[in-house]
């Protein structure tokens, strides 16, 4: 069984930064895609970034340029390192990881950008 757990979500100001972590653990040794989606009050699911096991990395028309994500391969973990926060990037921020055919989510952790 895999767990997926994301850190690191708060209340910052406009212009600040943050950084997400997501830790998957279990049976992770085919981890092969993981991404960060975000999901604002009243609003779909929104794709903001991926990053394959290749190390290609996608973002969000949104979020380009100022959200970077990464993983640490030993460790299982992937961060979304998030720089000159907007008050549209308040949401609850998702994990997803692919492992095979199976594939994760992490409960959420809520970013709010607020003065």
């Known amino acids: 069984q895999v767990q997926v757990a994301e850190s690191g979500g708060g209340l910052v100001q406009p212009g600040g930064s943050l950084r997400l972590s997501c830790a998957a653990s279990?049976?992770?040794?085919?981890?092969?895609?993981m991404a960060w989606y975000r999901q604002a009050p009243g609003k779909q699911r929104e794709l903001v970034a991926t990053l394959a096991s290749g190390g290609n990395t996608n973002y969000g028309d949104s979020v380009k340029g100022r959200f970077t994500i990464s993983r640490d391969g030993p460790k299982n973990t992937m961060y979304l390192q998030m720089n000159s926060l907007k008050p549209e990037d308040t949401a609850v921020y998702y994990c997803?990881?692919?492992?095979?055919?199976?594939?994760?989510w992490g409960q959420g952790t809520q970013v709010t950008v607020s003065s």
């Open positions: 279990g049976s992770t040794l085919s981890i092969n895609f």
């Open positions: 997803y990881v692919r492992i095979g055919v199976g594939y994760y």
